[in-house]
């Protein structure tokens, strides 16, 4: 008897020593204008950047790992360079929109086409457009235009949900904005059929860099490839001069068109 009522009072002093959790915060009431307000003022005068990250790509074509330095200049002008663990480069990655070259130095051989999504898919997964990728590497969202449709706030994720429909009523953008620092977490994008053709995630937007996320993870489901990338360097409008954005020509480089 003496040993429960041991246990019972240490029990109770464990609870009163407990202090209670304090509740959340109040979610802000915003319309969608002042969210979007705010989204549109978080990125400023950007119209070019230069960063360096750890990229990892999976699809069914390629896996790829390594160090990627990357710039671009909006809207659709973009360069990667990616190394292996060696610090070796292993692709040169190009793209005005219009065009694509890929280098790959080991074999001195270099492709060039139009930049269809079969192209592009050395680096912007299939379903993302060249300007859809570089905003969504500096996490510029919405990538719709003009004000969302509907909104409504989800509070147990905290976040605000914004969405754009197309003329028919389906579904084209759905936008998760955080509710607590009005920064963009999650993107989904559908295609003209209604289906989704890409989502992204973005995270750990630092004090030092409020505007441009620290961690990206871009994902399509038919075919299926995840693209992640977490920067270590990021550098807003940069002096970037017209050789920043090709890639090289080594001596000897064996030039191959790409399909159409």
């Given at each position: 008897?003496?040993?429960k ?20 915060p ?17 990125q ?19 896996n ?10 909006l ?8 190394k ?10 190009a ?7 890929i ?18 898919s ?5 379903g993302?457009?060249?300007?859809q ?63 989704l053709?890409?989502?992204?995630e973005?995270?750990?937007f ?5 505007s ?49």
């Amino acid at each position: 008897m003496r040993l429960k009522c041991a246990l019972l009072l240490v029990v109770l002093a464990g609870l009163a020593g407990c202090k209670a959790m304090p509740p959340a915060p109040a979610v802000p009431e915003l319309s969608a204008e002042q969210i979007l307000s705010k989204l549109q003022a978080r990125q400023g005068a950007l119209t070019a950047f230069a960063a360096r990250g750890r990229l990892t790509l999976i699809s069914p074509q390629q896996n790829a790992t390594g160090t990627a330095l990357i710039k671009g200049k909006l809207p659709e002008t973009l360069k990667v360079d990616l190394k292996d663990p060696l610090g070796r480069t292993v692709l040169n990655f190009a793209t005005n929109g219009r065009t694509v070259e890929i280098l790959f130095p080991r074999e001195n051989k270099l492709v060039q086409g139009p930049a269809t999504p079969a192209n592009l898919s050395a680096f912007i997964p299939p379903g993302v457009t060249v300007p859809q990728a570089l905003r969504l590497l500096v996490g510029d969202l919405p990538l719709s235009q003009g004000p969302p449709t509907r909104s409504h706030l989800d509070p147990g994720e905290r976040l605000y949900i914004l969405e754009w429909l197309k003329k028919d009523g389906s579904l084209q953008e759905r936008l998760g904005v955080n509710a607590d620092d009005l920064l963009p977490r999650k993107e989904e994008w559908f295609g003209a059929d209604g289906r989704l053709a890409f989502s992204a995630e973005l995270g750990d937007f630092s004090q030092a860099s409020p505007s441009w996320p620290q961690h990206l993870k871009l994902v399509t489901p038919s075919p299926r490839v995840d693209l992640r990338l977490t920067y270590k360097d990021f550098t807003p409008n940069p002096a970037l001069n017209p050789g920043d954005l090709v890639v090289p020509r080594p001596p000897g480089v064996a030039v191959m068109p790409l399909k159409p």
